[in-house]
């Protein structure tokens, strides 16, 4: 059984994010909490690279609750570009500034402004990332982890690209999952000393399902509405421990549509008139 339930009140409310955030180019050490501050922010970004809005937006459409704002908007403001395959802007800042004017209780809210680098807003238009992602904040907010809110943004872009597909089957290798994790690989990987004294640092495709996508999967089924979306293994057959997986599939299947409490109760009294004009009892 699936329980969700939810502190805030539904908003029905969409944003549109870069797709680039599905491919890789993220911001480096964010926390979970701060990662989807981050993406509504960048959301909110008009096409001069501005953003101009108020702290409860923020607060509701993240899902986020912040006491400290100054504190909280810090490793944001410093997190700096990390792209996974490797590009010139790598360590850039993403934002030139970010600035917090306190508001006053009961009289007027904060307000948080910024500017996108340049650097940044050159990789978000480069054509091989230019575009954006439709997502459902109410469903965004739910999500608890870094890697769930990655894997959700690329979901969401698959559903978008097939939006009458009843299955999408997502196969990744672990190139695949370096390219959408990225930086947040590192929590994955495996260090090996080599003679020389140099550190060898290598990924491979169960340690990074294990530690990284597994729990994402689950985090996004646990937020996304729907949808079923389900993780399968391609270990080649018979193989025991210690032998390379071949691939993993991701896959995202429509639920069939449920009925509302208004049309189970319409049912129930169509079922009850019709067994009083057969003359037996109802079941």
Not at 17 to 40: E, K, N, Q, Y
Not at 75 to 83: G, K, L, N
Not at 219 to 238: N, P, S
Not at 267 to 275: C, N
Request: glycine share 8%; proline share 4%.
């Amino acid at each position: 059984m699936l329980v969700r339930s939810d502190a805030r009140q539904a908003t029905g409310a969409k944003l549109q994010v870069p797709r680039a955030l599905a491919h890789g180019v993220l911001p480096s050490g964010l926390t979970a909490p701060a990662l989807r501050a981050f993406v509504v922010m960048l959301a909110s970004a008009d096409d001069d690279g501005q953003i101009d809005m108020l702290k409860p937006d923020l607060v509701e459409w993240s899902g986020t609750r912040i006491d400290a704002m100054h504190r909280f908007l810090e490793p944001i403001r410093s997190a700096p570009i990390d792209v996974a395959a490797g590009h010139e802007d790598d360590g850039a800042p993403w934002w030139a500034e970010i600035e917090y004017s306190p508001g006053e209780r009961t009289k007027f809210a904060g307000v948080v402004r910024g500017t996108l680098s340049t650097e940044a807003r050159f990789i978000l238009a480069e054509t091989e990332r230019r575009g954006t992602i439709g997502i459902e904040v109410d469903e965004f907010r739910r999500l608890t982890t870094v890697p769930g809110i990655l894997v959700y943004l690329r979901i969401r872009e698959e559903l978008q690209k097939s939006q009458n597909a009843k299955v999408i089957n997502m196969r990744a290798v672990v190139e695949d999952l370096h390219g959408l994790f990225g930086c947040y690989c590192a929590a994955a990987a495996s260090k090996k000393q080599r003679a020389d004294g140099e550190v060898e640092t290598t990924l491979c495709l169960s340690r990074v399902t294990a530690t990284l996508l597994r729990p994402a999967i689950a985090d996004v089924a646990r937020a996304i509405d729907d949808w079923e979306v389900a993780l399968q293994e391609g270990k080649v057959e018979g193989a025991g421990r210690g032998v390379r997986w071949r691939h993993v599939d991701i896959v995202v299947g429509r639920l069939a549509k449920k009925k509302s409490l208004k049309d189970l109760i319409a049912d129930g009294k169509e079922r009850a008139a019709h067994a009083e004009r057969i003359g037996r009892p109802q079941r």
